[in-house]
């Protein structure tokens, strides 16, 4: 079963519009991972946030985390066509080094 | 794709025929990681590997072994390959951090096709 569960499924906006997508998770974390997938390729790591952190930023990536909650979100400001592609969460334990991924959100930027 | 090559890029063969996948990397990082990506079910990890001959079960290791004897490969074998093995592989790798932090660089993966 997936630990991260991302919400929407799918996002379509505008160039130039925000893009906000969601991150929910079930057990206690470490760490909560953002990867973006361009369609037939790898995964791209994105950001990194502690459980001990509540926000952070990486260019037009924003990144908040309420372990209260259990939620985590991604908003990209401006968002470009080259922003199109699947982003996924990803949460780390506090036991060694796996990641639990969730079935990603797509996003398409209409330009 | 961070010094991460995965072989084949494709495949297609029969069922009950054994595949083996490689991992390759030039980045001399301790874990290495398989994960099997399908609709609906994002990606799961099916074995990693904590250092040369250490490895452990994902959530999905059934039918599938894994090996490695040398820092920069690590192998993926389907002993008698099945159609719900058809999927998209990938490889990544990551290097400890203190606290249990490390991000991951993925391959770019190999499609595998189980007719």
């Known amino acids: 079963s997936q630990q991260g569960e991302e919400d929407p499924q799918a996002l379509s906006i505008q160039e130039g519009e925000n893009a906000t997508m969601n991150c929910s998770y079930k057990?206690?974390?470490?760490?909560l991972q953002w990867y973006r997938q361009n369609s037939g390729r790898g995964l791209v790591h994105l950001i990194l946030i502690r459980s001990n952190e509540r926000e952070k930023h990486s260019g037009r990536l924003r990144v908040t985390l309420d372990t209260s909650k259990k939620s985590s979100s991604l908003l990209i400001t401006a968002s470009r066509a080259a922003d199109t592609a699947s982003y996924f969460c990803a949460t780390g334990g506090a036991a060694g080094n796996k990641l639990t991924f969730g079935g990603g959100t797509r996003v398409l930027v209409k330009p | 794709d961070a010094g991460i090559t995965q072989s084949p890029r494709h495949k297609v063969t029969e069922t009950g025929t054994p595949v083996t996948l490689r991992c390759h990397q030039t980045?001399?990082?301790?874990?290495m990681y398989w994960y099997r990506q399908d609709p609906g079910h994002g990606l799961r990890l099916i074995h990693y590997?904590?250092?040369?001959?250490?490895?452990d079960k994902g959530e999905v290791s059934d039918g599938y072994s894994v090996s490695r004897s040398k820092t920069e490969d690590f192998l993926l074998t389907l002993e008698s390959a099945t159609s719900s093995q058809t999927s998209v592989y990938f490889c990544?790798?990551?290097?400890?951090?203190?606290?249990?932090?490390?991000?991951?660089?993925f391959g770019p993966g190999t499609r595998l096709t189980v007719t």
């Open positions: 990544a790798i990551s290097e400890p951090q203190k606290g249990g932090l490390a991000e991951q660089y």
């Open positions: 980045e001399n990082h301790r874990y």
């Open positions: 057990t206690s974390i470490n760490n």
């Open positions: 590997s904590y250092g040369v001959k250490d490895t």
